[in-house]
Nanobody, 116 residues
Framework: QVQLVESGGGLVQAGGSLRLSCAAS????????MGWYRQAPGKQRELVAR???????TYIDSVKGRFTISRENAKNTVYLQMNSLKPEDTAAYYC??????????WGQGTQVTVSS
């Protein structure tokens, strides 16, 4: 089993920055991919960024150049550095972990609100 705990959300003005953290515990050795998803009210959950155990990253187009995902394997933690935030980035952000033994695991979510 893997448990994910997110932190770092909050309220920020447009143009500001936030860093989200997701700490994994449990059978973390079996995690292959970790990622961040977001869901705005009335919209479907979408992938924001993900990183493999080998460090390969993927981003959706709307955050490229503004967001950076990183992974600290020794701490079983993944980060999402969000710069130049826009009001349209407002959403609940969810950490996700995928692995052959653990399946698809979600954190509880953290709210990010960007004011204009």
């Amino acid at each position: 089993q893997v448990q994910l705990v997110e932190s770092g959300g909050g309220l920020v003005q447009a143009g500001g920055s936030l860093r989200l953290s997701c700490a994994a515990s449990g059978t973390t050795f079996s995690i292959n991919v970790m990622g961040w998803y977001r869901q705005a009210p009335g919209k479907q959950r979408e992938l924001v960024a993900r990183i493999t155990s080998g460090g390969i990253t993927t981003y959706i187009d709307s955050v490229k150049g503004r967001f950076t995902i990183s992974r600290e394997n020794a701490k079983n933690t993944v980060y999402l550095q969000m710069n130049s935030l826009k009001p349209e980035d407002t959403a609940a952000y969810y950490c996700n972990a995928v692995g052959l033994l653990v399946g698809n695991v979600w954190g509880q979510g953290t709210q990010v609100t960007v004011s204009s």
